[in-house]
Each structure stands twice: as structure tokens, then as C-alpha cells.
């Protein structure tokens, strides 16, 4: 194996990681007497780490790509979901309001990239947590938006896995795959 697919396949590794650290937090909640415990995790992990770096290591990278730019949905996966069942309207139902995004998410947006598709499924999951963990503690064991969640944590992997790596296959240069290993490493636990 060359030293750069070596690389890539280390990146590939520790999000696959991640995104199984993240299953085994959603099987635990299914069971919870406390739900916040899991929610609380999932949102500093799955989203403040994970999807944090997916976003500012990742999507910027390609946001500056012209073969993502040029032709259609760069993933049917991600683009038939978003089009059928868009997870901003199904969050809603819960939340009861429009997405909210942050500062270093608004570029995918303005920019009217295809990464806005996978960037709304993050903000959405983001909201719902949010919402969840703002509710009172009683009546959260069973909540059906429990549910949703763990529906839209397992599709957005599942999407991610096969679809968004191999745009980073194509994409990423063996430079930036360093550089965003750099920055990913150390925030994990995993080691190579
Ligand atoms: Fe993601
Ligand atoms: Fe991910």
C-alpha cells in the first residue's frame, strides 16, 4: 500500500471509528433510565468533535473544488433523501422551528454547494439533540424523537461511508489528507 492510500485509509479508519463509538451511544440510550447521560455525549462527541471536524477539516477543503462544483448532486445517496424526506422537515416536527446554523456553517450555505445536503443533516441532528436535552427529564425515556434520531445518526453513516469517502477519494490531496490528520489525530482517542 502506498504511503498516501495508507493515509487516506487511516482517515477513513478513525471516522468509521468514530461513527461506531457514536452506534454504541445510540444502543445505550435505547435502554437509558437517564437519557441526558447519552444525549450529552452524543452532542459533545458526535457533534462537537466529530462533525466539528468533518466541517472545518474536511468540508472546507472541498468547498474549494471545482469537480464538486461542476456536475449535479454528488451523491445520489445523499441527494434522493434529501429531496424525499428532507431531515430539516422531519426535525421540525420536534423542534418546532426552522434550522439553526452556526458562524463556520454558513459558507456551505451561501455558497450553494452540494455540501449544504450533508451539512443540514448535521445541523438537524444537532437541533433535535438540543431540543431533546432541553426538555424535563421526565417523559424523555420512550420519546419518539428518540427515535428519529437514531434513524438519522445511522443513514447520514451510512452515507457517509459509502458515498461521502469516496469524494474525499477523489478529491482530497495527499497534502491535505496530512494536514487534516494533523489537526484530527489529536482530538481522538484513537491510535494507529
Ligand atoms: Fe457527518
Ligand atoms: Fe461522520
Same mark, same amino acid.
Given at each position: 500500500?502506498?504511503?498516501?492510500? @495508507?493515509?487516506?485509509?487511516?482517515?477513513?479508519?478513525?471516522?468509521?471509528?468514530?461513527?461506531? $463509538? =457514536?452506534?454504541?451511544? /445510540?444502543?445505550?440510550?435505547?435502554?437509558?433510565?437517564?437519557?441526558?447521560?447519552?444525549?450529552? !455525549?452524543?452532542?459533545?462527541? @458526535?457533534?462537537?468533535?466529530?462533525?466539528?471536524?468533518?466541517?472545518?477539516?474536511?468540508?472546507?477543503?472541498?468547498?474549494?473544488?471545482?469537480?464538486?462544483?461542476?456536475?449535479?448532486?454528488?451523491?445520489?445517496?445523499? #441527494?434522493?433523501?434529501?429531496?424525499?424526506?428532507?431531515? @430539516?422537515?422531519?426535525?421540525?416536527?420536534? =423542534?418546532?422551528? +426552522? $434550522?439553526?446554523?452556526?458562524?463556520?456553517? +454558513?459558507?456551505?450555505?451561501? +455558497?450553494?454547494? &452540494? /455540501?449544504?445536503?450533508?451539512?443540514?443533516?448535521?445541523?438537524?441532528?444537532?437541533?433535535? /439533540?438540543?431540543?431533546?436535552?432541553?426538555?424535563? +427529564?421526565?417523559?424523555?425515556?420512550?420519546? &419518539? @424523537?428518540?427515535? /428519529?434520531?437514531? =434513524?438519522?445518526?445511522?443513514?447520514?453513516?451510512?452515507?457517509?461511508?459509502?458515498? #461521502?469517502?469516496?469524494?474525499?477519494?477523489?478529491?482530497?490531496? &495527499?497534502?491535505?489528507?496530512?494536514?487534516?490528520?494533523?489537526? !484530527?489525530? &489529536?482530538?481522538?482517542?484513537?491510535?494507529?
Amino acid at each position: 500500500m502506498s504511503k498516501d492510500i @495508507a493515509k487516506l485509509e487511516l482517515l477513513k479508519e478513525i471516522m468509521v471509528r468514530e461513527h461506531g $463509538l =457514536t452506534n454504541v451511544c /445510540l444502543e445505550e440510550l435505547r435502554s437509558s433510565k437517564n437519557p441526558k447521560v447519552q444525549l450529552n !455525549w452524543l452532542k459533545q462527541n @458526535a457533534v462537537l468533535k466529530h462533525q466539528y471536524n468533518e466541517e472545518k477539516l474536511i468540508f472546507t477543503k472541498l468547498l474549494k473544488k471545482e469537480r464538486l462544483k461542476e456536475g449535479g448532486p454528488f451523491c445520489v445517496l445523499f #441527494f434522493d433523501e434529501h429531496v424525499i424526506s428532507p431531515p @430539516a422537515q422531519l426535525v421540525k416536527k420536534y =423542534t418546532t422551528k +426552522d $434550522l439553526t446554523y452556526c458562524e463556520h456553517q +454558513d459558507v456551505f450555505k451561501k +455558497d450553494r454547494s &452540494p /455540501l449544504e445536503i450533508p451539512l443540514e443533516e448535521h445541523v438537524s441532528l444537532e437541533n433535535l /439533540l438540543e431540543s431533546l436535552l432541553a426538555k424535563p +427529564d421526565e417523559g424523555l425515556i420512550d420519546h &419518539p @424523537a428518540l427515535v /428519529l434520531l437514531e =434513524t438519522l445518526f445511522h443513514r447520514h453513516h451510512e452515507k457517509e461511508e459509502k458515498c #461521502f469517502f469516496k469524494i474525499c477519494e477523489s478529491l482530497l490531496l &495527499p497534502h491535505e489528507i496530512d494536514e487534516i490528520l494533523s489537526l !484530527w489525530m &489529536p482530538m481522538t482517542e484513537y491510535r494507529s
